[in-house]
């Protein structure tokens, strides 16, 4: 375990649905972010929290909302999603949001939109 | 913005064979090169970085090697076991010091046998 725990581990929802992903970290850090994993875009940053402050979104559809009510929790609340938003999901955290920092990432969250 | 090019997409080694990914990244302000690797069904992990003001720097079986002026790094892989068998990334982040990480696309790394 890294100390970054996310769930749920596996989710399968439908275009019109509304869910969301929880992140916690039990590190002491005070970054968070979001990554999108899939085939044809490894490991693509959506959002980053900083002493729970967005501090980047890389242009992220309006279908993805973060959410970071401390520096311990991280969600991403998800509405009528498409096909091609399925992918795994990676939360991280750092120690302060340092591109120069070591990332902790979590497990994943594998989404599949029907 | 920062590109960070990866080579080879999959790369299959021996048993025993060295093994080496090769990046390229654009912005001559870069100066912390990490590699994660990523075993298949867990979480990306940092095995080796490097920053601008070394030019190689070497963990046991690992080491990477920064060539600013033609801005690529490589992590070479020597005596390579079933177990190194993974996706590797490369990354690079420039100052100031909240500039993400822009990450390659992976290489798979397959050990056989």
């Known amino acids: 375990e890294t100390g970054v725990t996310q769930t749920p581990r596996h989710l399968v929802m439908g275009m019109t649905n509304k869910k969301s992903l929880k992140c916690e970290q039990h590190l002491g850090h005070n970054a968070m972010y979001w990554y999108k994993q899939s085939a044809k875009k490894p490991l693509e940053l959506m959002f980053v929290?900083?002493?729970?402050?967005?501090?980047e979104n890389n242009s992220v559809p309006s279908r993805f909302s973060p959410e970071c009510p401390n520096s311990s929790h991280l969600f991403l609340h998800l509405h009528t999603l498409q096909p091609e938003d399925s992918a795994l999901y990676l939360c991280a955290s750092s120690q302060d949001g340092g591109g120069r920092e070591k990332l902790f990432f979590g497990s994943g969250t594998q989404l599949s939109v029907l | 913005g920062e590109n960070v090019e990866q080579h080879p997409s999959t790369l299959s080694v021996q048993e025993g064979d060295s093994a080496v990914i090769k990046c390229t990244y654009s912005?001559?302000?870069?100066?912390?090169f990490p590699w994660y690797k990523q075993e298949l069904g867990k979480r990306p992990q940092l095995i080796i970085d490097?920053?601008?003001?070394?030019g190689e720097k070497k963990d046991q079986r690992i080491a990477v090697t920064l060539n600013k002026t033609a801005k690529h790094f490589s992590l070479h892989i020597t005596e390579t076991q079933p177990e190194d068998s993974a996706v590797y990334f490369c990354?690079?982040?420039?100052?100031?010091?909240?500039?993400?990480?822009?990450f390659g696309k992976g290489t798979r790394l397959s050990v056989i046998a």
């Open positions: 990354a690079a982040s420039r100052p100031p010091g909240n500039t993400p990480l822009v």
């Open positions: 929290y900083s002493l729970e402050e967005r501090v």
């Open positions: 912005d001559s302000a870069s100066n912390y």
């Open positions: 490097i920053r601008s003001n070394v």
